[in-house]
């Protein structure tokens, strides 16, 4: 278990909910790139799975909970786009 990857991964999960906020309270994508959450979905589900198989620890729950907050970010995201149709 890594004290920097515990750190980086806290770092991006105290982040994400001031743009889901920011996304749900504004009620359009301004800024957003719906891209940008699926290479960052990717790269949670990349993480989850190096724990997975090599290395499984507590870390792994902390890669959940940021996949999760990024993917309530892009249920967010659809939710803004449909709303300005």
Avoid: Q
Avoid at 7 to 14: D, E, G, K, Q
Avoid at 16 to 22: E, G, V
Avoid at 57 to 65: A, I, P
Wanted: charged share 15%; net charge positive.
């Amino acid at each position: 278990m890594s004290v920097f990857e515990i750190t980086m991964l806290l770092c991006f999960a105290s982040a994400w909910p001031f743009s889901i906020y920011k996304s749900y309270k504004s009620r359009n994508n301004s800024g957003k790139s719906i891209i940008f959450l699926y290479i960052v979905l990717a790269g949670y589900i990349a993480g989850m799975v190096h724990k997975y198989l090599y290395n499984f620890d507590g870390v792994f729950y902390l890669y959940l909970f940021n996949f999760c907050l990024v993917l309530t970010d892009t249920f967010i995201y659809y939710r803004n786009y449909r709303l300005s149709k």
